[in-house]
């Protein structure tokens, strides 16, 4: 387990300590003073009447959530903790993205704010996670768990979170007016949508089954859940990083109000993590019955899950941000005078990062 945790205090356990909740209440919003209005659309969540932002559909998610994750510690189970050295830095870094812009160079910074709107829209696709038969997949019972809430509204109002519903935006119009806000709305580049969807047919091709002894239905939602889970997580430096840039006045236009929208899009998100983390939890103190009658303790598998991602991710990550940010800006410095010497200054401010020694959620068996 890792020392460093990450979104350990900020849910506040309900008054309520009920453990079963409707998929109504569940993506219930409750009463705003005043709606969030985002580039003109009218996009979820809204303000109380001290001017306080608060997420969308919460009203009863924050408490479900808190007394799920009480639940399983004080029955003795342990909830999962990610270690924040495991995040590799986003590129460009904060510097390097403030002198690009400096020198009117943004298209960059423009087209990795593009891209991080264009990858929260595909967040709606956790709807579609086909879930295993649960009776059948586990020992233990799941009534009154996050798990058995997945289905009835916790995927669902992710979704929406991300994706927006109806006529009401999400995440990925919020990140397009924070864009919008600080760059004057600018000119966005049309092969971004390509370049991600050519960049995930090179990483669709199908995975190795790291349990083939367990349902696999069980453990492809085992392996969404991680996925989700760490991408949630490494989006901590992504909101440090937009935050930083966007609320910058030598280079943001509107650097209050568009910083003020990644504070809202990072309030919105910790509910993602936190079901996530107690699912996870729920499932990794279970145990799982295989497709030969035989058992497994659902830690094995929910590490190895874990720690064959984030393997991968702290290598991948920052090689794919760098390959394309450096193509990005190649293509945007052409024909200025002073290219070398921003080059050479982008290059000087480089973060040196290496991922940990070890991921927390090392396998007993070393065949993972």
């Keep these: 387990m890792s020392e460093t945790p990450l979104h350990t205090d900020h849910l506040n356990r309900s008054s309520d300590s009920r453990t079963d909740y ?3 209440e569940l993506l219930d919003d409750g009463q705003y003073a005043e709606p969030l209005i985002a580039n003109g659309v009218r996009c979820h969540g809204g303000f109380d009447e001290d001017g306080r932002y608060r997420s ?7 408490p479900a959530i808190a007394t799920w994750q009480a639940a399983l510690q004080e029955s003795g189970g342990e909830l999962l903790e990610i270690s924040k050295a495991l995040i590799p830095p986003q590129y460009p870094n904060v510097d390097q993205a403030i002198l690009l812009c400096r ?5 960059p910074v423009v087209r990795a704010l593009t891209v991080i709107s264009v990858v929260e829209g595909f967040g709606a696709v956790i709807r579609d996670v086909k879930l295993p038969d649960f009776d059948r997949s586990l020992v233990e019972p799941i009534e009154g768990t996050a798990l058995a809430h997945l289905g009835q509204g916790l995927f669902e109002a992710h979704a929406r979170d991300e994706a927006g519903w109806g006529e009401q935006g999400g995440h990925k119009q919020m990140w397009e007016a924070a864009r ?5 709305n600018p000119k966005i580049p049309q ?3 390509m370049r991600i969807m050519g960049g995930g047919g090179r990483r669709a091709r199908k995975r190795e089954r790291l349990f083939p002894q367990i349902d696999e239905t069980l453990e492809s939602m085992i392996m969404m859940l991680s996925n989700v889970l760490l991408v949630e997580i490494f989006a901590e430096q992504v909101f440090s990083w937009g935050h930083a840039v966007l609320s910058n006045p030598e280079i943001s236009a509107e650097p209050d109000r568009a910083s003020a929208m990644v504070s809202y899009i990072q309030s919105d998100e910790n509910p993602h993590v936190e079901y996530l983390r107690v699912a996870l939890s729920e499932l990794a103190g279970r145990t799982i019955r295989t497709v030969d009658d035989k058992t497994l303790p659902g830690r094995e598998v929910v590490f190895g899950m874990l720690h064959a991602l984030l393997s991968q991710m702290t ?3 920052p090689e794919e941000q760098k390959d394309q940010a450096q193509e990005s800006l190649h293509a945007a410095l052409q024909g200025l005078e002073n290219r070398q010497s921003i080059e050479e200054e982008f290059r000087s ?6 991922p940990p020694a070890t991921t927390g959620f090392e396998p007993l068996s070393a065949e993972l």
């Design 315 to 317: 290598r991948t990550r």
């Design 56 to 62: 969308p559909r919460t009203r009863h998610r924050l």
């Design 22 to 24: 409707s998929f109504e």
């Design 103 to 107: 020198h009117g160079v943004r298209d």
């Design 180 to 184: 919008d806000l600080a760059f004057e």
């Design 349 to 354: 401010l480089e973060t040196v990062w290496a």
């Design 191 to 193: 092969d971004v949508l």
